[in-house]
């Protein structure tokens, strides 16, 4: 599910499955922020396809340089219907649709990972070309 919630960005599950999930999503984001081999691999071991390992790497760890932790919010969204199991909304922070504003980082993070680095000095090469 981890895989999807980086895809999507935003899931609608059961309140339980929500709960044992922020955990997970927490854990990732905090590995593509140390930007390591080391990481690496081990995301590839939580996150099932390349390109959600790719975002997960450039654009969340970018997204989330200067947060210390929090990446995830479950909502509660009622029942439903036919079992009356509690449904939550899982979603990442700091992000374009959220149901609401996130509170700011507390402190700034000086240095990125060597990843989120390559990344920015290759696209920061792109945009010289063009």
């Not at 339980?16 to 071991?45: C, E, F, M, S």
């Not at 990125?112 to 063009?130: C, D, F, G, H, N």
Request: aromatic fraction near 8%.
């Amino acid at each position: 599910m981890v895989t999807q919630l980086l895809e999507h960005e935003r899931l609608c599950t059961t309140l339980p499955k929500a709960q044992a999930l922020q955990r997970y999503a927490d854990r990732v984001i905090t590995l593509g922020k140390r930007g390591t081999p080391q990481a690496y691999n081990q995301a590839h071991g939580i996150v099932r396809t390349d390109r959600e390992l790719h975002k997960l790497f450039a654009t969340m760890a970018l997204r989330y340089k200067d947060r210390e932790g929090g990446y995830t919010r479950v909502i509660k969204a009622g029942f439903r219907q036919p079992d009356a199991v509690p449904i939550a909304y899982i979603e990442f922070v700091d992000r374009v649709g959220e149901f609401r504003p996130a509170s700011p980082p507390k402190n700034a993070s000086p240095l990125l990972p060597w990843t989120v680095q390559a990344y920015l000095q290759q696209q920061q090469k792109e945009q010289q070309l063009q």
